[in-house]
């Protein structure tokens, strides 16, 4: 009889037990439509944030890029600006060493037109016949050397207008990769613009909903 007498309290104190859970439980009603409400507003503002600060963390790359692809454009043109220089500068040159070799050319015709009148007139041995060779032989060695100047001149004409190119096409890609990221950097502009607007309406409607429309 005293076993029975405790397993009956105890199954009594599991029966009240379940009903004071079963009471709190009834005692916890859903959200009211106003509480859904400032509690997705809420989620609202959170995702609004979280939006911004990721546009403007891209905006801020793009701006970087920006300015990165400007040093790059400024320094690729004063590249290009000097390769031209030197291309003018090679021409110059190149010009200069032409005229001095055709006039080495012209004196050596001179040369071998005095050496066959003096051959004829003089004889072969004579003074003025040899020293007719001796002018001849020093502009051929003229006529020789500014020929190597024109050779020099024309390999760095070539090279700097190779570099010079080189250069354009660098600033043609600087420029495009600029109009690029000028590009990316208005879009998050406005992407921020959008997420600043929507985070002030969000804002204002969780308001609205704290003091029950």
Same mark, same amino acid.
């Given at each position: 009889?005293?076993?029975?007498?405790?397993v009956r309290r105890g199954v009594l104190a599991i029966a009240f037990a379940g009903l004071l859970a079963g009471g709190a439980y009834a005692q916890s009603p859903d959200p009211t439509p106003?509480?859904?409400?400032?509690?997705?507003?809420?989620?609202?503002? %959170?995702?609004?944030? $979280?939006?911004?600060?990721?546009?403007?963390?891209? +905006?801020?790359?793009?701006?970087?890029?920006?300015?990165?692809?400007?040093r790059d454009l400024s320094k690729d043109r004063a590249d290009r600006n000097a390769d031209q220089r030197d291309i003018n500068h090679d021409r110059k040159d190149l010009n200069k060493d +032409?005229?001095?070799?055709?006039?080495?050319?012209?004196?050596?015709?001179?040369?071998?037109?005095?050496?066959?009148?003096?051959? $004829?007139?003089?004889?072969?041995?004579? *003074?003025? *016949?040899?020293?007719?060779?001796?002018?001849?032989?020093?502009?051929?060695?003229?006529?020789?050397?500014?020929?190597?100047?024109?050779?020099?001149? %024309?390999?760095?004409?070539?090279?700097?207008?190779?570099?010079?190119?080189?250069?354009?096409?660098?600033?043609?890609?600087?420029?495009?990769?600029?109009?690029?990221?000028?590009?990316?950097?208005?879009?998050?502009? %406005?992407?921020?613009? $959008?997420?600043? $607007?929507?985070?002030?309406?969000?804002?204002?409607?969780?308001?609205?909903?704290? %003091?029950?429309?």
């Open positions: 009889m005293k076993a029975e007498h405790v106003q509480q859904q409400d400032i509690q997705n507003d809420k989620k609202d503002t %959170r995702n609004d944030k $979280k939006d911004l600060a990721k546009d403007r963390a891209d +905006r801020n790359a793009d701006q970087r890029d920006i300015n990165h692809d400007k +032409r005229v001095d070799r055709n006039q080495d050319q012209r004196d050596i015709n001179h040369d071998k037109r005095e050496l066959v009148r003096d051959d $004829k007139k003089y004889g072969a041995n004579s *003074a003025q *016949a040899q020293a007719d060779r001796k002018d001849l032989h020093a502009d051929r060695v003229d006529r020789n050397k500014d020929q190597r100047d024109i050779n020099h001149d %024309r390999h760095d004409l070539n090279k700097d207008r190779a570099d010079r190119n080189a250069d354009q096409r660098d600033i043609n890609k600087d420029k495009r990769d600029l109009h690029s990221d000028r590009k990316d950097r208005n879009k998050d502009q %406005r992407d921020i613009n $959008k997420d600043k $607007k929507d985070l002030h309406k969000d804002r204002k409607d969780l308001r609205h909903d704290k %003091r029950g429309h």
